[in-house]
């Protein structure tokens, strides 16, 4: 039981530390990089970084629409509190995707990132 513990231990935690972007601490995002909000469309319309996909976590087809995805590109999610970002970037790095950063809330994501929230 202990040993099995360890290995699933052993398994997450590469997986959160090097998926999470610190509050504060400036996220280095090149050119490429892809922006990922994983809010409702009601809450995306409300104020998103400029440039931001929108790909409801809580939606049925967030699998089918992340899969469309270059696994091999780096992204940049968030959400309003860094809850669901973290969820959608759990379910990323079981389909492949291995570069990815969490930058919370919006407001933290903009605040680390300098990309200014618009509303459409």
């Known amino acids: 039981m202990f040993r099995k513990f360890l290995a699933t231990l052993a398994l997450i935690l590469p997986i959160?530390?090097?998926?999470?972007?610190?509050?504060?601490?400036?996220?280095?995002?090149?050119?490429?990089?892809?922006?990922?909000?994983?809010?409702?469309?009601?809450?995306?319309?409300?104020?998103?970084?400029?440039?931001?996909?929108?790909?409801?976590?809580?939606?049925?087809?967030?699998?089918?629409?992340?899969?469309?995805?270059?696994?091999?590109?780096?992204?940049?999610?968030?959400?309003?509190?860094g809850n669901r970002s973290g969820q959608a970037i759990s379910q990323m790095t079981n389909m492949g995707f291995s570069s990815m950063s969490n930058g919370g809330s919006v407001a933290n994501a903009s605040s680390i990132s300098g990309i200014p929230v618009v509303t459409d």
Request: charged fraction near 20%; proline fraction near 5%; aromatic fraction near 8%.
């Open 16 to 81: 959160s530390l090097g998926a999470t972007a610190c509050a504060g601490e400036p996220a280095e995002l090149s050119a490429d990089t892809v922006i990922i909000d994983v809010r409702t469309p009601a809450e995306f319309a409300s104020g998103h970084l400029e440039g931001a996909l929108n790909i409801d976590v809580q939606s049925g087809d967030f699998a089918a629409q992340i899969s469309q995805l270059d696994p091999a590109v780096d992204y940049f999610v968030y959400c309003r509190s």
